[in-house]
């Protein structure tokens, strides 16, 4: 009886693993058989300015003139609305206001997620079985995806707290204990640290993932809400990750009230 | 650990003062073998045939980088005087210990002890080599310090000394030192080294990279292992290249933008680092550095790091650094102070 069973279960799990590795014989593979992920990934959009739709408008910064404007773009956000209760679209409506002083990427803050992955920055992932490295050019930001088994989270963070697995060729990685001190865009779109993301990096083909999160957070939006953007890959011969420690050049900007005058 | 406040003012220089206690680890080049590592005892691999180096890596130790001088020529510790070295040694360090009144360890007397004792995790043991320095070349033990070198090393000393007596060098942020301001972690080197807290490195590793993550601060050093060249551009960390030469990984670090977490050390320091695996809850990490304005010849050091569980979480340090506005203004405030006393004086 139960070698029975246990055949039975080999048998439907082989005929399972068969399956889905024909529908997902394009993919590049790791050496456990996952989608292979590796590689140094950017998006190409304007969602850093505005995940909504937008057309191009000053940067507010008027020495820098055509530099600092915003590009236009259309947004990545399914149906482009934002499902904001109506207190949270007041404060979102306020941030968009003062974003040239409230925006923490102004302050090379830790990004949290999802902005991360659309910054204008390229990240890197690097895979292994049991956990997935994502290191992001920006900050130096990083953020580790237990594969495996995945300690409690221990306290809010910037970047959260990632627990990834494969459905078929699609990386889902669950991401909660974010803090509240991130921001989803330079148009002043937040969240609060009620934030729960669904990640979802599908292989497009081989050098491109389609990138899509789902948003929900019951203390600012009236229901989850998501999107979707296409990540490509670096292609340049010796590619990599560069550093961008932005911390020395906020410092003037965030101490220099604090700077020693000049001898009279 | 996960400190966010302490990433002040005041533990980084004792972290540097920490580091510069440390002996350092043994000969680059020989074969490393921890004490009575099994020799029959081969590392796993990975699926592409390569020492499996994954994992996450404590270097904790209160092995000094330096040997004490009254150590003489002594290279290693019997297991009897390890334990006395770790008893005295774990005594000293004790910062609730301390009168600030009579001074101790690194800080003068009528200075501030500013962090107690729960906010270490400098760990409380010799390395397993029993080595009584984690430099290991020469065998001296010490650091081989040009005249430039050494005068940099004094300077830095001084500054740690005002410092801890309530008056940093700070006019600017640029006075500080890197860990203060956020931009380097103040073990992660590159080389790495123990410090106060944070003493822990993820290795990550998949066919074409190694990662070394390492938790102060949140810093990824991803090394290509696919032979390209040195490109030319200087960063903080440098520019790492990695090969596997038998059992051990080899990175090659060069292009630094400065000085590193490192202390002494200038933009021209080349750097070797070698990961052996030796049993299966030790990474031997070798490192040689090599800068001639800072030193007269190449040296080296040795840490054998020890597997732990992990997690390694979150170290957000610039996100939390209340301590730098706080030194520049007390300097501020010290100054206005001094002015004030001087305008009294005139009267």
Not at chain 1, 101 to 110: F, G, M, N, R, S
Not at chain 2, 88 to 99: A, G, T, V
Not at chain 2, 132 to 157: F, H, M, N, W
Not at chain 2, 167 to 174: K, L, Q, R, T
Request: with cysteine; aromatic share 10%; proline share 8%.
């Amino acid at each position: 009886m139960r070698i029975w069973l246990g055949l039975a279960i080999a048998f439907q799990l082989g005929v399972l693993a068969t399956a889905s590795e024909a529908q997902v014989s394009q993919a590049r593979r790791t050496a456990d058989g996952k989608a292979d992920l590796n590689g140094i990934w950017q998006a190409l959009n304007t969602a850093n300015w505005d995940l909504q739709d937008h057309a191009a408008r000053s940067g507010g910064v008027v020495s820098l003139g055509a530099l600092g404007a915003v590009p236009a773009g259309l947004g990545v956000v399914e149906g482009n609305e934002i499902p904001y209760l109506p207190a949270a679209a007041a404060r979102r409506k306020e941030n968009f206001e003062k974003r040239l002083t409230a925006d923490p990427e102004i302050k090379c803050y830790l990004p949290g997620v999802p902005r991360a992955t659309y910054l204008p920055y390229p990240f890197q992932i690097v895979q292994e079985s049991k956990y997935i490295l994502m290191a992001y050019e920006y900050a130096g930001a990083t953020r580790t995806i237990y594969m495996d088994q995945a300690p409690p989270s221990p306290s809010d963070s910037w970047m959260g707290h990632s627990v990834g697995r494969f459905e078929r060729d699609t990386l889902v990685v669950d991401v909660t204990s974010l803090n509240d001190q991130t921001w989803l865009d330079r148009s002043g779109n937040f969240h609060s640290d009620a934030l729960h993301v669904v990640e979802r990096y599908t292989p497009l083909s081989a050098d491109a993932l389609t990138y899509e999160a789902t948003i929900e957070d019951p203390k600012v939006f009236s229901r989850p809400w998501k999107i979707s953007m296409p990540l490509y890959r670096r292609l340049e011969r010796n590619a990599q990750l560069m550093e961008f420690k932005c911390v020395e050049f906020v410092e003037e900007l965030m101490y220099g009230q604090f700077r020693k005058p000049p001898s009279k | 650990m996960s400190h966010r406040f302490i990433t002040s003012a005041r533990i980084l220089p004792l972290a540097v003062a920490a580091v510069s206690l440390m002996p350092p680890p043994a000969a680059g080049q020989s074969a490393p073998k921890t004490a009575g590592a099994a020799a029959t005892w081969t590392a796993p691999r990975t699926a592409d045939g390569r020492p499996d180096l994954q994992g996450i890596w404590d270097f904790r130790t209160i092995t000094p980088l330096e040997r004490p001088r009254t150590l003489g020529a002594k290279e290693f510790f019997t297991e009897a005087e390890a334990a006395d070295f770790e008893a005295q040694e774990n005594r000293r360090q004790n910062r609730d210990l301390i009168d600030p009144k009579v001074g101790g360890l690194n800080y003068p007397a009528g200075g501030v002890v500013p962090y107690n004792e729960i906010w270490y995790d400098r760990g409380d043991k010799v390395v397993k080599t029993k080595r009584t320095s984690l430099i290991v070349d020469p065998p001296s033990g010490r650091i081989p310090y040009t005249p430039e070198g050494q005068k940099r090393a004094e300077r830095r000393a001084l500054d740690e000394k005002n410092t801890q007596l309530g008056h940093p060098i700070a006019d600017s942020w640029e006075d500080r030192p890197l860990q203060e301001r956020c931009l380097m972690g103040s073990n992660a080197g590159p080389p790495m080294l123990p410090a106060a807290y944070n003493n822990n490195v993820q290795v990550f590793q998949t066919r074409d990279y190694v990662a070394l993550l390492t938790e102060m601060v949140h810093d990824a050093r991803i090394i290509p292992l696919d032979g390209r060249p040195f490109g030319t551009v200087p960063q903080w960390k440098g520019e790492s290249r990695g090969h596997f030469e038998g059992d051990m990984l080899v990175v090659e670090t060069r292009n630094f933008k400065r000085e590193t977490s490192f202390p002494g050390s200038s933009a021209n320091m080349h750097l070797i680092e070698r990961f052996t695996r030796t049993d299966p809850d030790t990474l031997f990490y070798e490192f040689t550095v090599d800068d001639p304005v800072t030193w007269t010849r190449p040296w080296s050091g040795a840490i054998p790091m020890s597997r732990i569980e992990g997690p390694i979480y979150e170290y957000a340090c610039h996100e939390g650094n209340y301590a730098l506005p706080g030194i520049l203004a007390g300097a501020r405030a010290d100054e206005k102070a001094a002015a004030e006393a001087t305008r009294k004086a005139v009267k």
